[in-house]
């Protein structure tokens, strides 16, 4: 009778008569957080490449420290949430030049909303950011308001006595 053989982990596949497929990027190592299956020696419970059974268990522990520099390529971080919605707020406030030269048009609800975003990311994250995200965000949303005001406030270009109002 043949042995079972046990398996060694890996995967045959014929790939002839097909277009060559790009494979897919690896994926980003675990965090490694004091206290997390992979510092004590344990093995992680997503090493399967599932998802991990509780949401919040791949991001630091309370008083872990966390890592604020350039945001490696495909691996986000809050202040690359906080930059992205501050600039869709300068863009709708007219205060960026595009590629050509010319400001965009205002778009003073759409700069609203992202400042109102700002707020409630500012609100809801309270306690729990470094110092340098919650100045970045607190001096960003300070200026981002300051302008918004700035333009509801201004008289609108070309308008005369006899105007229309917005």
Known sequence: ????????????????GREEEPAPPPAPPPIETPGSAATEGKAPENAGGSPPKHPR?????EGASVEVGPSP????????????????????LGM?????????????????DAIDL????????KGNLTKEEEEV????????????????????AGRGKGGVQL
């Open 1 to 16: 009778m043949p042995e079972e053989k046990e398996d060694k982990g890996f995967k045959v596949i014929d790939r002839r």
């Open 57 to 61: 268990e791949d991001f630091p522990q």
């Open 118 to 125: 700002l707020g409630i990311l500012q609100e809801k994250t």
């Open 73 to 92: 390529l495909g691996v986000p971080r809050f202040l690359d949430l906080v930059q992205s919605l501050q600039m869709g707020a300068m863009v709708g």
């Open 96 to 112: 960026l030049q595009g590629p050509d030269g010319k400001r965009p048009p205002v778009d003073l609800p759409a700069a609203k």
């Open 137 to 156: 965000l607190r001096e960003g949303l300070y200026h981002l308001r300051m302008g918004y005001m700035a333009m509801i406030n201004a008289p609108p």
